[in-house]
């Protein structure tokens, strides 16, 4: 018996009514719900499709009627609001209800089994394991995730390679020097280096490796100075105290660190660092060569004698190291980029090229949005320089505040819209008050990836109550793109115009500088690290990064160290800056303590992902390709739903077997049932094995 909304209200009522007990403490698969003498076994949910905060799933569910000898099998289907937290890497369950049921020997049972399986969800469907959810809607639902992708731009940057220590300045524009008071200096505000210059001597001056550099031009060369003037001192104990500065200092634990070449640009640019000459080692199985002295992913194929390099999820090409690069797209690179092993150093590439595994998990991963549960009486403020200055944004009836560092947007004559640390808020002035949006114009959400403010069509309203109201953002409110070739990328690629005034430099979204990189492990899921391979690190400035106004400009520094390297913005949660009154990242119904970021997780960047062989050769990770016909990750949890729905169960073979009349008997299917119970099985073993690593 099949049935949809029909008996939806019957199966409310049923769901609050049933007694059940949940088996299963250690809250492993399969689930056992004991209800009224009988047992109820539930296998892991597949998941269908995940949009927004609704998730589908379908599940194999066992019935052993007290007294029976054999238990009566069928599918569940069910429909819920979820609640993620991508610190914790955990999602929860909510409003779950009943869409389809099939038990084919107990049609007349099918709609009390369905309530029962319901019932059951309800009480251990909080703090599921993401990863495995993600595994599974990765392998499940790869060819069909992603729709077109984002309209992006490729123009490449001005790479630049170095052989020795280096670190990157760079500047939005030309230096815009203003007056630092009390002295003869002047500051350059568009930029996050302390970047100063004496107007006395006409020498520039710069902070870095804890001591001060001159130059007579922007671009250097560089060179410590032996007697700084003592004005400098005063410009840096200023910054410091007001923590608005990239100040270069290396790392903590570096003892007699040499001073790294300096390179400024002032348009944009990546820093490539290679530990001496480029080192080159074969991969596996293809005609490439690796560099393997270098932070970043450097490729030589040796069939057409050209370099590649990725850069922000991007792929140059080269027949020279030094350049000129040109943008190569994901799905035309050579098909050897697809054989990259996944466990060799390399394989992290393999999140951006087209058609992988990893490349359509890393999509698919870009869609799933961090999600909060915020109370309506939360204020905000949103800051201007000076009255509101506003500018259309091209294609739209839109136009954005230009003078703000939020995304400020002017709907129609007297609505207006803001993001605020990943939150809608509206009013109706400039001046507010800002109260929480309980809903977002779909026009918004038209805005074009031209504009500075692209960004904030990745922040969602998902639903709302008289108290509180759902919210949610995705990896595209950090800078995340779907690019047209199927995979994700960071920034859009376009160079946006900043905003500078007397004392203010609000500076756009970038694309490159920052080392942004992708990586999908079979172990560790999707990661997107920034500043693996830029000197002593180099931040983000814009959107959710910034951290509130400074004297000179606005950026992240001030909650964080000035050293960015090995940061998974994957697991980044600005709703952290709400606090708990505020905000709850949890389950909708209760309050969920915050949590840090957990430092010991792996893949925090690429960098670690690509030596995780290396400095873990005891982890005895699995092939990808084996798991779909390996039971070993399954144990007991190894019944599954087919999109036909009938049950099947996984043989130690790697065979399958169907339940006809309560009994199992070799599978009979064609080609695309078969597929799609392999990717299934493939999907469940990647998620336990992914789930369990961590405790390892």
């Known amino acids: 018996m099949r049935f ?29 719900l004991n209800t009224d003498g009988q047992a109820i076994t539930v296998y892991q949910p597949q998941v269908t499709s995940w949009s927004g905060n609704t998730l589908t799933a379908r599940c194999a569910v066992s019935v052993l009627p007290q007294g029976a000898a054999q238990p009566v099998f069928g599918t569940v289907v069910l429909t819920a609001n979820t609640s993620v937290d991508k610190t914790a890497q955990t999602v929860s369950l909510a409003n779950i209800s009943v869409s389809q049921a099939n038990f084919p020997t107990a049609p007349d049972q099918a709609s009390i ?5 319901a019932g059951g969800a309800a009480q251990w469907a909080q703090n599921l394991s993401l990863k495995a959810v993600n595994a599974n809607l990765a392998v499940t639902q790869a060819e069909s995730a992603g729709g077109n992708g984002v309209a992006v731009q490729n123009t490449p940057p001005a790479i630049i390679f170095s052989e020795a220590s280096a670190i990157l300045v ?54 410590p100075v032996d007697t700084p003037p003592a004005s400098l001192d005063a410009v840096l104990q200023q910054a410091e105290t007001a923590g608005n500065v990239q100040l270069f200092s290396p790392p903590a634990d570096a003892t007699g660190t040499p001073m790294p070449t300096v390179y400024v640009s002032t348009s944009p640019a990546e820093l490539i660092i290679t530990q001496g000459a480029p080192q080159f080692e074969p991969v596996p199985g293809t005609q490439l060569l690796h560099v393997t002295n270098s932070g970043s992913s450097i490729f030589m194929n040796v069939a057409n004698q050209s370099y590649y390099i990725v850069i ?12 000129p690069w040109q943008f190569v797209p994901a799905n035309q690179l050579p098909p050897d980029f697809a054989n990259i092993p996944e466990t060799a150093p390399s394989g992290v590439v393999l999140a951006s090229v ?3 595994p990893q490349a359509q998990e890393a999509v698919i991963s870009s869609t799933i949005p961090q999600t909060a549960t915020i109370t309506r009486s939360t204020a905000a403020q949103v800051p201007f320089d000076g009255d509101p200055q506003f500018l259309p944004i091209q294609g739209t009836g839109l136009s954005y505040a230009k003078n703000s560092s939020l995304p400020v947007i002017k709907v129609g004559s007297d609505e207006y819209y803001a993001v605020v640390n990943g939150v809608w808020f509206r009013a109706k002035t400039p001046a507010g008050p800002w109260v929480v949006a309980d809903r977002v114009p779909d026009v918004i959400y038209t805005i074009p990836p031209s504009s500075p403010v692209y960004y904030a069509t990745s922040v969602y309203v998902y639903g709302s109550t008289s108290d509180v109201v759902y919210v949610g953002y995705t990896p595209g409110y950090y800078g995340v793109c779907l690019a047209p070739e199927g ?39 999707f990661a997107f690290g920034l500043a693996v391979d830029h000197g002593w690190g180099c931040s983000p400035w814009w959107g959710p990064w910034h951290g509130g106004w400074g004297d000179y400009n606005v950026n992240i520094n001030r909650n964080v160290t000035n050293n960015w390297n090995n940061v998974n913005v994957n697991q980044q949660n600005v709703y952290n800056r709400w606090g708990n009154n505020v905000v709850n990242t949890g389950d909708i119904s209760r309050t969920v303590n915050q949590t840090n970021i957990d430092q010991n997780t792996i893949s925090k960047d690429r960098a670690t992902v690509s030596n995780w062989n290396q400095t873990h050769p005891d982890a005895n990770v699995p092939d990808r390709a084996k798991l779909q016909q390996d039971r070993s990750q399954l144990g007991d949890n190894s019944v599954f739903a087919g999109d036909d729905g ?11 077997q169907s339940n006809d009349d309560n009994k199992w008997s070799d599978a009979s299917f064609d080609d695309s049932t078969r597929e799609s119970l392999d990717s299934q099985r493939e999907a469940r073993a990647v998620g336990a094995y992914r789930s369990s690593f961590g405790r390892r």
């Open 4 to 32: 949809t909304h029909s008996v939806l209200s019957l199966l409310a009522c049923l769901v609050c009514t049933l007694p059940i007990s949940v088996a299963s403490a250690d809250g492993g698969w399969p689930r056992i």
């Open 113 to 117: 089994y369905a309530a029962q399986v």
């Open 170 to 223: 760079l500047i939005d524009g030309q230096p815009a020097l203003r007056p630092v008071a009390n002295s003869s200096l002047l500051r350059a505000i568009n930029t996050q280096a302390l970047l100063l210059m004496d107007e006395s001597s006409g020498l520039y001056y710069l902070r870095a490796n804890n001591t001060w550099l001159s130059s007579r031009g922007i671009t250097g060369p560089w060179a």
């Open 312 to 323: 922000s999820g991007r792929w140059f090409t080269s027949s020279a190291l030094q350049g």
């Open 354 to 356: 087209s058609g992988t």
């Open 487 to 525: 995979v994700v990328v960071y920034g859009t690629g376009y160079i946006y115009p900043s905003y500078i005034s007397d004392t203010v430099w609000i500076g756009p979204p970038l694309t490159y500088g920052f080392g942004a990189g992708f990586a999908c492990g079979l172990a560790t899921g």
């Open 646 to 656: 009938k049950v099947y169960r996984s043989s130690d073979s790697g065979k399958w």
